[in-house]
């Protein structure tokens, strides 16, 4: 059974600093107001409302994503990089101070990826990956990482660190697997083209239909999970795939998913790694072939793989 809902009101993604006007502020007076004699009531009536909306703001102190919610337990944070070095600072100057462990899975970067990463962030665990392409990054991240809770993002600055309280919201109230969604409310894409949204769309109706179930979004990298279900989620992919493959893996394994609203912004430099059609084509064929009811991969003899 799969449970797909959306964070309280307390737990909604803040915006980058300046981004948008903060409309509870109370709309106060300035000097250049008009004084009229009749206004003096509506003014003492004004300044109370003013008082009491401080007060309650005094009380309940607006709480940002950054801060960090203080979950108890370990998180690890696996970040595949091929290339970043220009992407790395603004991502690692972000990493909210709720992650104990920071794993970055090089893909042989010919760039100062992995300098520049230790440069931000001393501490940083940098392992090279086995085997090319972001599934076996990511698989090898995650057999690194020593948390109870794994969040896995991306180091191109399209994923903004501070969501990452967001996800462990979830793990900590029995959620077992956590996506990122940029087709709910508060969520929302800078980075698709049509191409990929409509590829996203189509793959997305596919694991709906084949698993009964209703998310809002498939092919997005932004995700956290219980690592005690790593073999459970049972991943194998070798590409960008593995998104898909942990969806899938993790609706027929049982696991409760929560999907919470992300907002993805454009790659702050550099260019994608990935082929929209020829990637669509093997999350296609990857979902196709762990389709419920399908013999099982291990089973399948090499080479149909
Ligand atoms: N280690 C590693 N990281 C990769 C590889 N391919 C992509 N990545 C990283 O995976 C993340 C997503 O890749 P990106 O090219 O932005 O794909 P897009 O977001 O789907 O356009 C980025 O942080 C990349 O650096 C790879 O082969 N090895
Ligand atoms: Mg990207």
């Not at 005094?58 to 370990?74: C, K, L, N």
């Not at 220009?86 to 972000?94: A, D, L, T």
């Not at 100062?112 to 392409?133: D, K």
């Not at 180091?155 to 309280?165: F, K, L, R, T, V």
Request: glycine share 8%; with cysteine.
């Amino acid at each position: 059974m799969s449970t797909t809902m959306s964070p309280d009101a307390d737990s909604r993604p803040a915006r980058s600093p300046g981004s948008v006007p903060d409309r509870t502020a109370p709309d106060r007076a300035g000097p250049d107001r008009p004084a009229h004699p009749n206004r003096r009531a509506d003014d003492r009536a004004d300044r109370r409302a003013d008082d009491r909306t401080d007060r309650r703001r005094a009380e309940r102190p607006s709480r940002r994503a950054g801060d960090g919610i203080g979950t108890t337990h370990r998180v690890s944070l696996v970040i595949p990089a091929h290339n970043e070095a220009r992407n790395i600072p603004w991502v690692f100057e972000q990493i909210p101070r709720c992650v104990d462990e920071v794993i970055l899975v090089d893909g042989a970067s010919s760039d100062a990826t992995v300098p520049m990463a230790r440069y931000c962030l001393p501490t940083v665990r940098s392992v090279q990956q086995r085997g090319p392409g972001k599934g076996n990054a990511l698989r090898t991240g995650f057999a690194a990482a020593t948390g109870e809770y794994v969040v896995m993002m991306d180091a191109d600055g399209s994923m903004w660190p501070g969501e990452i309280p967001h996800f462990l919201h979830f793990l900590d109230n029995g959620f077992d697997f956590v996506k990122g969604s940029r087709c709910i409310a508060g969520g929302g894409s800078l980075d698709f083209t049509r191409v990929r949204s409509l590829g996203n769309r189509a793959l997305l109706a596919v694991v709906n239909k084949l698993y009964d179930t209703r998310l809002t979004d498939l092919c997005y990298g932004y995700c956290a999970f219980r690592r005690s279900f790593l073999d459970a989620l049972d991943l194998r992919s070798t590409g960008f795939e593995i998104e898909a493959e942990m969806v899938a893996h993790a609706l027929r394994s049982g696991l409760r998913i929560a999907e919470v609203p992300s907002l993805e912004l454009p790659r702050r430099s550099g260019r994608s790694h990935l082929h929209a059609v020829s990637d669509g084509r093997r999350v296609l064929r990857t979902l196709i072939a762990e389709r419920p009811g399908a013999r099982s991969p291990a089973a399948a003899p090499a080479g149909e793989r």
